[in-house]
């Protein structure tokens, strides 16, 4: 029988790895429902339109061509026919995604699709609003969290991992509070932790740790 994990928390709470590496444990597949957000950010900086205008954003949704393809269990994001997985985790990017994602015509359309693709199978699925918006019955909900400061460490050492050297911590840092601002201040599905959620803070502790310490709680 067909289950979901819900694996909310804010950006660089090391969420996406966290639930990757529980889809790979228990056999089940992930959704990365940032990477839509992203993808659609990416979409209206290709066109030079705002992700903040909500005419002009839902006007770019009546031709935008999004489609998720899984291969070999890896989530690829195809824009108008092309691969962008490796384009949308630039500081430009994740902004734009911040603002767009907060446009209930965006946030509609791709909530629709994510429930439509977690009631295909198994899923683990990471965002800032799964338990409370997308998936509200799902079996398990977790919200991971971590100090804004050691999140900014590990975004940057991403963004160097992948050659990306424009931005120093300090920049990086202002762009994750400024995130988190927008993403729990805004009027549609904002980042939120449900009370039933199990919460675990990654300021302290790795990746491992975090995922025996996750998976315990749904074994039990």
Do not use: W
Not at 13 to 31: C, P, Q
Request: proline letters at 4%; aromatic letters at 6%; a negative charge.
């Amino acid at each position: 029988m067909a289950y979901q994990i819900a694996v909310d928390g804010p950006s660089g709470s090391g969420k996406s790895t966290l639930a990757k590496g529980v889809a790979k444990k228990l056999g089940i597949m992930y959704l990365d429902t940032g990477a839509m957000y992203r993808t659609c950010g990416l979409s209206a900086l290709k066109k030079g339109i705002d992700p903040s205008d909500p005419v002009a954003v839902e006007n770019m949704l009546q031709t935008m061509k999004l489609d998720i393809e899984f291969r070999d269990g890896i989530q690829h994001m195809i824009l108008d026919g092309e691969d962008v997985t490796g384009m949308i985790r630039t500081p430009e990017v994740s902004m734009a995604a911040s603002s767009i994602s907060a446009l209930p015509v965006i946030r509609n359309a791709m909530v629709d699709m994510q429930r439509k693709i977690a009631s295909s199978q198994s899923f683990v699925i990471d965002g800032r609003d799964i338990a409370s918006n997308v998936l509200p019955n799902a079996k398990y909900k977790f919200f991971v969290t971590a100090s804004a400061e050691k999140r900014a460490e590990r975004r940057l050492l991403e963004l160097n991992n992948n050659g990306n050297f424009s931005q120093n911590y300090e920049e990086v840092l202002a762009d994750i509070i400024k995130r988190d601002k927008q993403d729990s201040e805004r009027e549609f599905a904002p980042l939120r932790q449900v009370p039933e959620a199990i919460v675990i803070d990654t300021s302290d502790i790795g990746i491992e740790e975090t995922l025996e310490t996750l998976l315990s709680y749904i074994k039990e």
